[in-house]
């Protein structure tokens, strides 16, 4: 009798122990799922904030943009109404015609170019020829050397303007596309940025070139700028920009109206008390239109470019 009681308890004893294992292990699912929920809802919480995020940057660059063209397109009665009208009934094209009528437009486009296409080519060649001596020679005071030309980036435009006049005007070239153009060939920026991106290529590749018997120039012209053309295309993106938009320079060395840049150009349509706003913005349209063109000529590697640049081998 005491056997059989005996058995009798083990297997009660079994059978609640299975049972406990059975809600443990029911609760531990259970808790599992809350925990992949809260996980999918703690994701889906922050995808929604990134992507908000975005949407609200990109309205907020747009908008101006958008708000640029429409008022360009008002009548001058129109644009400066209270409630503003967003699209208007009248709209015209003819703030862009009179733009060509009021000012020399034409000729601020010229010169812009005159200024800018030359910079930046120079700016390409200088900036990729030191990075490549930076990047792949060794020689004494290199890092020096390299530092200092960093440290230009630190000094301000407004700080330089003073001694960059005087060795103009000494030389004559106010009212000069040389006064444009020769202070601006190179900048350090361009130097670090195709360094950085030199310094992907691999040592072999150069040597190899070497024992073939090539020379320097044609290492740097045939092996090593078709290899950094996605930093070539973003750097080119960025100078001509920055040289098309440069208004502080060219207002100081400039005094003759067919001298004038672009950037100069759109300061004649602001008056002392009056602005004629939808000639500005005709006139600020028509010159975004080369810089958004050379955008969309080298985007496709431009991104490449930003992706690979600081990446070292």
């Given at each position: 009798?005491?056997?059989g ?8 004893y079994?059978k609640?122990g299975y ?13 599992n ?7 999918k809802l703690a994701r889906?919480?922050r995808?929604v904030?990134?992507?908000?995020g975005?949407?609200?940057f990109?309205?907020f ?5 958008i ?9 001058a009665?129109?644009v400066?109404?209270?409630p ?8 015209t094209?003819?703030s862009y015609v009179?733009v ?8 601020f486009?010229?010169n ?16 990729a ?7 792949k ?5 290199r ?5 200092i ?6 000094v301000?435009i ?9 060795m103009v ?8 596309y040389w006064?444009?153009?020769i202070?601006?060939?190179t900048?350090?920026f361009?130097v670090?940025?195709l360094?950085q991106?030199i310094?992907t290529?691999p ?8 024992i ?15 290899l ?6 973003a750097m ?11 208004f ?13 840049t672009l950037?100069?150009?759109l ?10 706003y939808?000639l500005l913005m005709a ?7 080369p810089?958004f063109?050379?955008?969309?000529f ?16």
């Amino acid at each position: 009798m005491s056997s059989g009681n005996e058995n009798e308890g083990e297997n009660i004893y079994k059978k609640d122990g299975y049972a406990g294992k059975r809600v443990c292990l029911r609760r531990e699912r259970s808790m599992n799922q809350g925990f992949l929920s809260g996980g999918k809802l703690a994701r889906r919480m922050r995808s929604v904030a990134v992507y908000g995020g975005i949407v609200f940057f990109i309205l907020f660059a747009t908008i101006p943009l958008i708000w640029m063209i429409l008022t360009s397109i008002k009548p001058a009665q129109e644009v400066m109404l209270y409630p503003p009208t967003i699209i208007s009934k009248q709209a015209t094209l003819g703030s862009y015609v009179q733009v060509w009528h009021t000012v020399p437009f034409g000729r601020f486009i010229l010169n812009s170019l005159a200024q800018t296409l030359p910079v930046t080519l120079a700016t390409l060649f200088f900036g990729a020829m030191m990075g490549y001596i930076f990047s792949k020679h060794k020689f004494p005071g290199r890092d020096l050397i390299f530092m200092i030309v960093l440290s230009s980036l630190m000094v301000p435009i407004i700080i330089r303007i003073i001694p960059l006049y005087l060795m103009v005007s000494s030389w004559g070239w106010i009212d000069t596309y040389w006064a444009l153009i020769i202070p601006e060939l190179t900048t350090g920026f361009a130097v670090f940025l195709l360094r950085q991106f030199i310094q992907t290529i691999p040592d072999e590749l150069i040597e190899a070139a070497k024992i073939d018997g090539a020379s320097e120039f044609r290492i740097f012209f045939t092996i090593i700028i078709p290899l950094i053309v996605p930093a070539l295309a973003a750097m080119t993106i960025f100078r001509f920009m920055y040289m098309w938009n440069y208004f502080l320079w060219p207002l100081v060395v400039i005094q003759n109206m067919d001298m004038r840049t672009l950037p100069l150009g759109l300061a004649l349509f602001q008056g002392r008390y009056t602005v004629s706003y939808q000639l500005l913005m005709a006139a600020s349209v028509i010159s975004i239109l080369p810089v958004f063109a050379v955008f969309l000529f080298f985007q496709r590697h431009f991104i490449r470019g930003i992706a690979l640049t600081g990446i070292k081998a």
